[in-house]
């Protein structure tokens, strides 16, 4: 065994092997080399940027390829994860051939593996407290869940690219403690094409905790009901736990119980036909969207914090953000739940006897054309009604300003019957320009 030092990591590997060009690309700071597909990936920092080098050419001790074998692999990925490009997908930066191998270099992510093999012998997956599967575990069921719509999403899109995602199981999660934030960060085998066969019977690529029957089988049909099966072994593993999969330590609705019952069934002609169709059963099972008023000043700035936090696009000045999440405080305010969870909001203000303005208004982008915003706006109206006004106003970016996410923004107020009334071009500043829109009740 070879034991190179690079810094603050050893590698170890069966043979010498020359990492200068890693050294290229900054300070590696951790090391992976103890998985069997014979890549070896760094942690790498550089002027304060982190990166993900996932490296194929050398020989890492437990390989069950050899480096050939696994350049080949590394490159076949090809275009994958642009293609595949979601929020939930760890995002490619480039590729690097090197003089003795390949390598794809992709952002950093923050955040814990919900399988880290290489950590049981020091803290037991099931029963260590700082095991990311038991603090997993342990999150309220409202962070689950919103952990559980992210992979649902990121798999539907896969679906809908013609893709198979072959082996995908919990090591190729990431969940951040900090942020609240699931990661895929592992698509290497994912496969275009409406079938595969198996052609390796029970070595097919996976985690027999997570493979469907057919992929057991010499000669099994893969497709998108194995997909299907897939996600159902990996929400039992969120919601029930992998050491007791049972109804009793379920944590979810019946309706979604029976919905993973369907998905993981042996019978792959019962399972769902596809993600998508798995979803909506999913959505429907689950306790049903409500517009509630929220009166705590506190918990109207936390929830406003946590949608405008995660729409940048729309709310990317931090002063500007700051302002409208301390005016939410003193507000009329109404939030939308599902599962417990906000998903959206809208803060009004009364200017008038018989006028009120949204302030403030945001729905996370995963919940956009889900009839969010439409149930706010309704709450707002009826709010707004109730009080004797007779219209409603708002402010939003104007056409003139050329900014592409505010044009559905535009389209959705005028959906919601808000018309145009005057550009303000310096109310705000001149890269801004307003748009004052109305809305008679």
């Given at each position: 065994m070879e034991l190179i030092s690079l810094g603050k990591v050893t590698v170890h590997l069966r043979e010498p092997h020359d990492f200068s060009w890693l050294l290229e690309l900054g300070e590696p700071f951790v090391v992976f080399d103890q998985n069997d597909s014979g890549n070896i990936s760094f942690g790498v920092e550089k002027d304060g940027e982190r990166c993900f080098v996932k490296y194929a050419g050398a020989s890492p001790e437990n390989a069950a390829w050899t480096p050939r074998q696994a350049i080949a692999a590394l490159r076949r990925v090809g275009g994958l994860y642009e293609d595949l490009r979601h929020p939930a997908l760890i995002e490619q930066v480039k590729t690097l051939e090197t003089p003795q191998g390949f390598a794809r270099v992709f952002k950093w992510v923050d955040g814990q593996c919900l399988h880290p093999h290489w950590e049981f012998d020091q803290r037991p997956k099931y029963t260590h407290p700082l095991s990311p599967y038991v603090r997993f575990r342990g999150l309220p069921l409202a962070k689950k869940r919103a952990a559980a719509q992210r992979l649902f999403d990121f798999l539907a899109l896969v679906q809908a690219k013609g893709y198979l995602p072959v082996d995908l199981y919990d090591s190729s999660l990431l969940y951040d403690f900090e942020?609240?934030?699931?990661?895929v960060c592992d698509i290497d085998l994912f496969e275009k094409g409406d079938f595969?066969?198996?052609d390796k019977g029970k070595s097919w690529f996976g985690s027999q905790r997570f493979k469907a029957p057919?992929?057991?089988?010499?000669?099994?049909?893969?497709?998108?009901?194995?997909?299907?099966?897939?996600?159902?072994?990996?929400?039992?593993?969120?919601?029930?736990?992998?050491?007791?999969?049972?109804?009793?330590?379920?944590?979810?609705?019946a309706a979604r119980w029976d919905a993973v019952q369907k998905a993981v069934s042996p019978d792959k002609a019962d399972r769902f036909p596809t993600v998508e169709a798995f979803r909506q059963a999913w959505l429907a099972g689950g306790d049903a969207l409500s517009v509630a008023e929220v009166r705590s000043p506190a918990?109207?700035?936390?929830?406003?914090?946590?949608?405008?936090?995660?729409?940048?696009?729309?709310?990317?000045?931090?002063?500007?953000?700051?302002?409208?999440?301390?005016?939410s405080a003193d507000a009329a305010f109404g939030a939308a739940f599902e599962d417990g969870a906000a998903l959206g909001f809208i803060a009004l203000q009364e200017t008038s006897p018989c006028a009120m303005e949204v302030a403030v208004m945001g729905v996370l982008v995963e919940h956009h054309r889900r009839g969010v915003g439409r149930a706010l706006m309704a709450w707002a109206e009826d709010f707004a009604r109730a009080r004797g006004m007779r219209f409603l106003h708002l402010k939003t970016l104007d056409e003139s300003a050329h900014y592409p996410p505010y044009d559905g923004t535009r389209a959705f107020y005028a959906a919601m019957g808000f018309h145009p009334l005057a550009c303000l071009p310096t109310l705000w500043d001149a890269e801004n320009p307003c748009l004052l829109m109305v809305k008679p009740l």
């Open positions: 942020t609240d934030t699931l990661t595969l066969i198996n057919e992929e057991n089988e010499l000669g099994g049909r893969i497709d998108r009901r194995t997909a299907v099966y897939t996600l159902g072994k990996l929400l039992l593993l969120f919601f029930a736990g992998e050491e007791h999969p049972d109804r009793a330590h379920w944590e979810e609705t918990e109207k700035m936390q929830i406003a914090r946590d949608i405008l936090e995660a729409l940048p696009h729309w709310f990317g000045d931090p002063a500007g953000r700051e302002g409208y999440i301390r005016d």
